[in-house]
C-alpha cells in the first residue's frame, strides 16, 4: 500500500453489525442503491439503532490516533451515520452525505466525493469494507483508490487488527 491519509468506512456491515436486520430489508436496501436513477432511500427505523462491531470504536480511535483522516463513506444520510456512530461512541472525523451528492455507492461518482469534500487523493485514501461483493472494491479501484477488505476469510478480522496492520506498512 502506499501512504495512506484517510481511510473512508463503508458502514453497513463493515462498522454497524447487520446480522440481526432482516435480509428482505438488506434486499430492499440494494434494490434500490442499485436502480440507475437516484432517489433518496427511507431507512427502516431499526437501522437507527443498529449496534457496531465490537472492535470499531477502539479500531478507528487507533487509526486517528496513528493521524489518519477517518471518513465515513455510506449511503445511508449523515443524519442516520452520525446517529448510529455517535450511540456507539465512534466518532469519525467527517461523514460524507451522498444524499447531498445524490449519488449511492457502488457508482463511482460516490467515491469520487473523498476528493471532492476532502481534498485527499485517491492514491492516499483507503477504502474498507467487509462486503466484497457490494462494489466497493470495484468502485474504489475505477479511481486509482486503495481498498481492504475486512472480515472475511484471508483478511483483518477486525479494525484492530487492519490499524495494527497499516500502522507496520506506514512505518
Known sequence: MSKIKCIAFDCFGTVFDMSNVPREEIAAYVAHVRKNDFTPYEFPKSWWSLKSHPDCKEG????????????ALSNGDADLVDTVAEQNGIYFHYVIDLVGHRVYKPHVDAYRTIQKDLGYKPSETLMVTANPTFGDIEGAAAIGMQSQVIRNPGTPATIIELANLLKEKQA
Do not use: A, D, K, T
Open 60 to 71: 478507528i480511535e487507533m487509526l486517528q490516533g496513528q493521524g489518519l483522516f477517518c471518513v
